[in-house]
């Protein structure tokens, strides 16, 4: 099993701040596929933002992550129990949970094994949903300068498996009986200061800074925000909606 790329502990209480929200609607869709409501169980849950979904809908959640820096970031609920476990050990008890979900962090995983993991705890009928989003669409006075720094200046420091999540991991091996799902997005209303700090938190920039220091994502901020200041406005919000992809499927217990 190759180790966990731990990508994200460094930089957990921005990630729980800065990242977008996901929708009710899109836990109510992967719930109504479910045949039973008693557990759920979020993969590679990060600090919660999908996990805290999930109780609506099922008497229990259970969030892993790896990274146990993320999980202390997490906000508790009564009907969540966080753990700090590998998506491939989750340590759940076999045939349980009727729903799996893994929310931007599938390409993380050793897939094999986490496969292997998800026959072991589903129970009959249960489903699994991988889940990712793509870049926010911004409108064309700001689009080119996000582009440039995304694809530009951060290309060289992307983890290579950053490519599934451009792909909406239509590139991944998923051996389960496809479900479908109506289409789904993320919407935030962000200032300058929001988007800039949801940037914070990518791993190419913490690779960036490591390589070469601040000055060129200083520049870049500087350069997003006086772009913001003078399409949107300063101080001013924009509705942002990012593209989601999921692929559904139901899980035959081991």
Known sequence: MSGFKDHFSAVAGG?????????????????ALCAWHRLAWDAGCGSGQFSALLPTHFETVVATDASADQIAAATPH????????????SG???GRVDLITVAQAAHWFDLPAFYAECRRV??????????????????????PVFQ????????????????HVENGYADLPFPFDPLPLPPQQLEADWD??????????????RGLLAAEGE??????????TEAWEAAVGPGRRLSLVWPVSVRVGRVLPA
Do not use: C
């Open 15 to 31: 990630y729980a701040a800065f990242r977008p929200r996901y929708g009710a609607r899109l836990a109510a869709d992967l719930a």
């Open 148 to 163: 440039h720094f995304y694809k530009d200046v951060l290309g060289p420091f992307w983890p290579a498996d950053r490519l």
């Open 192 to 205: 300058a200061a929001a988007v800039l700090g949801y940037i914070g938190t990518w791993s190419a920039v």
């Open 78 to 89: 009564p009907q969540i129990a966080y753990r700090a476990a590998r998506a491939e050990a």
């Open 92 to 94: 759940l008890p076999e």
């Open 215 to 224: 000055g060129r994502l200083n520049a870049f901020r500087q350069q997003f």
């Open 122 to 143: 589903a129970a009959p009928g249960a489903v699994l949903a991988l889940i990712s989003y793509e870049n926010m669409n911004l409108p064309p006075a700001l689009a």
